[in-house]
């Protein structure tokens, strides 16, 4: 600038000279246009610097207003840069809403680049295969994930098909789909399918533990039926094959009719809790069955009146807790007890009990006696009449009505089992408006 400066005074300088050689006339003229061209050149390049400068400053300060057409053309570009950044800030936020979405999907995301190494994943995929995003980005993923069944898929697979394995920890079942992504670029996405799994191989189970069920008693009526036709038998011998079709057709009349019952919970609304029914009654019904069943061949105890009423289905509880007793009265041998009891309290709510005497279960089948089909004594059971189906009935009306089935035993000691209703669904007292009176099963015994 400095240089530019002095150029000018030089010239305005020898125009002077000049004019003084020329003569007057016309030596002011040109003095006078030189210097104004001189003074016009260097304030122009003075603006032009000041712009120029401005433009490769950091920190967005404003244009410096210098007049002129620098300060016209500093004013539009101060205006476009101003445009640039705000479409560049909105396409961040876009950018950023965007792996925000990615990131909180239930599914994982994996980005491979060109080389197959980890370009980005969002946390669902992290978790998924234990990678940490920060330390492990630009690692070759066949270094991480060295499940052979997911490095052939990823090198040599049907990409447009997923593949189903068991994550690095071993605690899921992943369905992992690997995408073509941009110009040599991949797609991992991976989906938990544990419950899935696991759902569809109860329901395998299911299936084969009903047929053969019903395939059992279904063939032993056939080879009774076969002899009935082609063997010469007594009456004796025709009668005694008579009572025990009877029995496997009762066998499988209560197989039938739980497997009905079990679709009919798993197929109906919760009960209402507004849906109020005398726990008496209930229990009325509950025992004289349970007297019934024993004749005579166990001490059966349930609680007074109660003065109690529940929310909810009143036919599902009674089947619930019937289940229980004749479960105590089947595996209690003769001689024993049962008691049935109530308790309650504000804040754990009602309790329905039923505490036996009888063989027990051990500790290890405890936690998979809810389970359908399952049995400790599986001959055990079907002589005694039970189709493997009670405890996951009972657990089942339990959760309905938001409660829990808890169970208590001790192999040849007996065991306990406790129906827990939330306080919601139960009144006592006064709440539960009048009492019903002595219980029908009181009245028969002579109570």
Aim: glycine share 10%.
């Amino acid at each position: 600038m400095l240089t530019r400066i002095v150029v000018a005074i030089c010239a305005t300088a020898g125009a002077g000279a000049l004019a003084v050689w020329l003569g007057a006339g016309i030596g002011m003229s040109l003095v006078a246009g030189a210097l104004a061209a001189g003074a016009l050149a260097a304030g122009d390049a003075w603006r032009g610097r000041r712009v120029a400068r401005w433009l490769h400053e950091p920190g967005g300060r404003p244009a410096p207003r210098v007049g002129g057409l620098w300060s016209e053309i500093a004013y539009r570009a101060e205006r476009a840069l101003r445009e640039s950044q705000q479409a560049a800030h909105a396409e961040r936020n876009r950018l950023d809403q965007f792996l925000a979405a990615i990131d909180a999907s239930p599914n994982g995301v994996l980005l491979l680049d060109t080389l197959d190494q980890i370009a980005w994943c969002n946390a669902k995929a992290a978790d998924h295969f234990g990678i940490d995003p920060a330390r492990d980005r630009l690692q070759p993923v066949t270094n991480l994930i060295r499940i052979p069944a997911f490095v052939a898929h990823l090198h040599g697979g049907r990409l447009d098909e997923p593949v189903l394995l068991r994550n690095p920890a071993g605690a899921a079942t992943l369905s992992v789909t690997v995408r073509p992504f941009d110009v040599g670029m991949k797609l991992v996405l991976s989906h938990d399918v544990t419950a899935h799994e696991r759902a569809e191989s109860m329901r395998r189970d299911f299936v084969a533990n009903v047929s053969h069920e019903i395939r059992t008693p279904l063939t032993v009526l056939a080879g009774f039926v076969d002899s009935m036709r082609k063997l010469p038998l007594s009456d004796a011998e025709r009668q005694q094959m008579l009572t025990l079709m009877a029995q496997q057709t009762d066998r499988m009349g209560a197989l039938v009719g739980d497997l009905l019952t079990l679709a009919r919970l798993d197929g109906s609304p919760r009960p209402p809790p507004d849906a109020w029914f005398a726990l008496d009654a209930l229990l009325g019904a509950v025992e004289i069955d349970a007297l019934a069943l024993s004749a005579g061949r166990h001490t059966i105890a349930f609680p007074p009146v109660t003065d109690v009423r529940i929310a909810g289905s009143e036919a599902e509880l009674r089947s619930a807790l019937g289940n229980l007793v004749s479960n105590a009265v089947r595996y209690t041998p003769e001689g024993g007890r049962i008691d049935v009891d109530w308790t309650f309290d504000a804040e754990h709510g009602g309790v329905l009990g039923v505490r036996d005497t009888g063989i027990g279960v051990a500790r290890e089948h405890l936690g998979r006696l809810t389970e359908r089909f399952y049995r400790v004594d599986g001959g055990r059971s079907r002589d005694s009449g039970g189709t493997g189906l009670g405890l996951a009935i009972v657990k089942h009306v339990a959760q309905r009505h938001g409660g829990t089935l808890d169970i208590a035993s001790q192999l040849g000691r007996g065991s306990t089992f406790r129906i827990v209703l939330p306080p919601a669904r139960v009144r006592v007292g006064n709440a539960a408006g009048s009492s019903a009176g002595p219980r029908l099963a009181d009245a028969l015994v002579g109570r």
